[in-house]
Structure formats: C-alpha cells, structure tokens
C-alpha cells in the first residue's frame, strides 16, 4: 500500500505480516495495532502526549534491572496483570492473583505445622487449612510457598534489618494435602513510586497502598499451579488495591482466638501461643492440568 489514511493503516500494517507467521501470533498482533490505532485516533493524541507516553516507557526502561521491573508494575497498576490473571483463572479453582515483585527462589523448607513467625514482631497469626481438588479431595503431592511483608510492611528482600529469607517457606505437604504454620500478621505497604509509575499514580491522584496480603504458590503434579495472595476481610485498603489483585474468594477472616483454643494438630509454636492470636483457615482449590 502506497499512500495510508486513518482508515487503512491497521489494514497496512497487517499487510507487513508475512502470511508464514504463526497464526497466533499475527492474531495478537492483529488485535494490538486495531486497538493502538483506534487508541491514537479516539483519543485524538497530540505529538506531546504521545512524547509523554514514550518518555514513560524510556525511563520505565532506565530504573529496571535485574531486580526490579517497572514494566510490571506499569502493567500492575493499568489492571493488566490482573485482567490476565482473571482470563488465565480455572473457574472451578481458587482464584489466581500477582505475584508481585518481591517473590524469590530458593525459600528454606518449613515442616506442616512449622512457625515461620520466629522472633518476627507484630500479632501472631495461626493459618491452616487443606489443599485439594474442585470435589472435596485431598491434592497428593503438593508443595507450598509462601512470603509475606514483616509488621513494618517490608519484605526481606526490601529491609537489611531482616534475615534474608525471613517470612519466606516452602512447604510439602502430605497425601492429606493439610497445611498449618504460625506467622506474623503482615502490614498494609506501597508499590514502589519512586520511579515513572509512581509519576502515573500521583498524576491520576491515585494512592500506592495495597491492602495487606500473604502471597502463595501452590503446585501439584497433575495439577495447575496456582500463583495467589490471601487478603483479611478488615483491611482498610481491600477496596482500593493499587494493583486490583483482591477477588472475593481471596478474603478471608482473622478471627481472634486466645490461649486454650482448639489448634491444628502438631503445631510447632503451641507452647508459646500464651496470648491473644489470630487464626485464618482456607483451603487452596487445584484444578487439573490441561
Ligand atoms: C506485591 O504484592 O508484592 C506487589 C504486587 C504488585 C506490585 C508491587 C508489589
Ligand atoms: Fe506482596
């Protein structure tokens, strides 16, 4: 095509495709220019803004290295990440959430039952529960991670005045597919904003805070990993995630319990459970592979 107008550049750029591609990928293609032309020409975008919105991308480019990516957190305040999240979530099984920035490989193992609270400040928190399929059974085999942010909101990886590793677990589980440990309560914290993503926010008025979470990871072979977070039904940020990661299915109950209450079998920390403590159960629902 020689000459383009408005209404033949998306047609244009397709033409560009070679018709060997691979059908899926000329499909997103496909989809991304009509929608980044239509973007541009409702928008009616000015040579200034389009400049804004490169320059966001460059310097979104010039803070990421190895350790933190922008894009990301971009794509996790647009509610890209989460639009994902919910298109990739099996209907029948617990829902998935972001995994966020602050998750890292190689998390010591935790026994079911363990205290991964330690010496860690703030409310003790007793958390059980069973990981199994959309029918009621148990899931054999399966492992769990888990990683939360410490009483101050930060988490290891973030605070040099923590352990490394410190709130961090993976744990197996037994062929019940039952899980149980002793943790701090996590704290409310905010995405990071000293970068071209927390220009965005304070340029849509937009607050940082996302409500305070415990992150998983569950896998089981046969199974569909489940990437998720668990959010307590009192926190004052549940209703305005800066990331959109809360789904209903994810909030659950801190209920306070004192000393003497009933406890899961074998916890690690029940002797020293000599004050008022907080206990959440949920169980984590697998769906099958495929
Ligand atoms: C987090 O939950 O750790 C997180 C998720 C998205 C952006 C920043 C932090
Ligand atoms: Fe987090």
């Not at 350790?67 to 971009?74: A, P």
């Not at 290891?156 to 197996?172: C, G, V």
């Not at 990071?192 to 089981?220: C, K, Y």
């Not at 003497?260 to 690690?268: I, V």
Request: net charge negative; proline share 8%; with cysteine.
């Amino acid at each position: 095509m020689r000459t383009v107008t408005q209404d033949t550049i998306t047609e244009a750029f397709l033409a560009t495709c070679s018709k060997e591609v691979d059908p899926r990928l000329r499909f997103i293609l496909e989809q991304l220019a009509n929608h980044l032309h239509q973007f541009a020409i409702k928008t009616g975008l000015t040579h200034e803004e389009w400049r804004k919105g490169i320059s966001l991308l460059r310097k979104a480019g010039e803070i990421s290295d190895d350790e933190r990516d922008e894009f990301v957190l971009l794509s996790d305040v647009l509610g890209l990440s989460s639009l994902i999240d919910m298109i990739n979530s099996a209907p029948d099984g617990t829902s998935s959430s972001v995994l966020g920035p602050f998750h890292i490989l190689g998390a010591p193992a935790l026994p079911v039952g363990g205290d991964l609270k330690r010496d860690n400040e703030g409310a003790t928190v007793v958390i059980a529960g069973q990981v199994r399929d959309a029918d009621g059974n148990p899931v054999r085999g399966a492992a769990m991670e888990i990683w939360q942010t410490a009483d101050n909101g930060l988490y290891s990886n973030q605070d040099p005045t923590q352990p490394d590793y410190n709130l961090r677990a993976r744990m197996t589980l037994g062929d019940d597919g039952r899980y149980a440990l002793t943790t701090v309560r996590p704290a409310p914290y905010t995405v990071p904003t000293d970068g071209p993503v927390g220009e965005l926010l304070h340029g849509m008025g937009r607050h940082p805070w996302r409500p305070s979470h415990l992150h998983f990871i569950i896998t089981a072979p046969g199974y569909r990993s489940l990437v998720t977070e668990l959010f307590p039904d009192d926190d004052p940020y549940l209703d305005e995630d800066a990331v959109f990661g809360v789904r209903e299915d994810l909030i659950m109950e801190y209920r306070e319990q004192k000393p003497g209450d009933p406890l899961p079998e074998g916890l690690e920390a029940a002797d020293r459970l000599t004050d008022p403590y907080y206990r959440v159960d949920f169980d984590f629902v697998l769906v099958p592979e495929g």
